[in-house]
């Protein structure tokens, strides 16, 4: 069974970091591409950032570019995201999910995490 | 403020079927597949439909999927107390080159 369970979340000030991991088992993750999505509140979902198996390469959405960096520890099956100079407005349920695979020649996230909680305040 | 317009909320009654549509344009789904995903608040997110009209396994008959030009649209029918979630369409976009969500349509079994 697909697992992933992220972790990290917290209460920070504006301008401080912190890294969100999310451990995963089930499947071979080196073999696979990952991504954050978040939910602000009482907003939609918006992809964050995505990584490619086995080492990248890594993409950011406009609003995290330079203070976001997303990696992966394939010997430990897990993901990370390093969230540097964090907003307000970087408040929400942030989601680890594993990108399906390039075969299906369609870009969508097959299996999801439930999320770990930020708040910037 | 997505690129994809959904309805925010549509409701219908056990057994019925309800539709909910999402609206792109010829960079987003008008050129590429549609995936829809179900969240309960608490859940992880889950597949429902990719590719169009694909369900995982898993996914019951009666959850479908459907795209024509710049629209798609997911269908339930045989309504079930159980449905009641948040659906969110998505896509790629290539004129943003990345990923695209709706904002979300909360259906309410009455």
């Known amino acids: 069974e697909v697992q992933l369970l992220e972790s990290g979340g917290g209460l920070v000030q504006p301008g401080e970091s912190l890294r969100l991991s999310c451990a995963v088992s089930g499947f071979t993750f080196s073999d696979y591409s990952m991504a954050w999505v978040r939910q602000a509140p009482g907003k939609g979902l918006e992809w964050v950032s995505t990584?490619?198996?086995?080492?990248?390469?890594?993409y950011y959405a406009d609003s995290v570019k330079g203070r976001f960096t997303i990696s992966r520890d394939n010997s430990k099956n897990t993901l990370f995201l390093q969230m540097d100079s964090l907003r307000v407005a970087d408040t929400a349920l942030y989601f680890c999910?594993?990108?399906?695979?390039?075969?299906?020649?369609?870009?969508?996230?097959?299996?999801w995490g439930q999320g770990t909680v930020v708040t910037v305040s | 403020q997505s690129v994809l317009t959904q309805p925010p909320a549509v409701s219908g009654t056990p057994g019925q079927r309800v539709t909910i549509s999402c609206s792109g344009s010829s960079s987003n789904i008008g050129s590429n597949t549609v995936t829809w995903y179900q969240h309960l608040p608490g859940t992880a997110p889950k597949l429902l439909i990719y590719?169009?009209?694909q369900r995982p396994s898993g996914v019951p008959d009666r959850v479908s999927g459907s795209k024509s030009g710049t629209s798609a649209s997911l269908a339930i029918t045989g309504l079930q107390s159980e449905d009641e979630a948040d659906y969110y369409c998505?896509?790629?976009?290539?004129?943003?080159?990345?990923?695209?969500f709706g904002r979300g349509t909360k259906l309410t079994v009455l």
């Open positions: 590719n169009n009209d």
């Open positions: 990584i490619g198996g086995p080492s990248g390469p890594s």
């Open positions: 999910a594993r990108k399906a695979p390039d075969y299906y020649d369609t870009y969508h996230f097959d299996d």
């Open positions: 998505a896509t790629w976009d290539d004129r943003l080159h990345c990923p695209v």
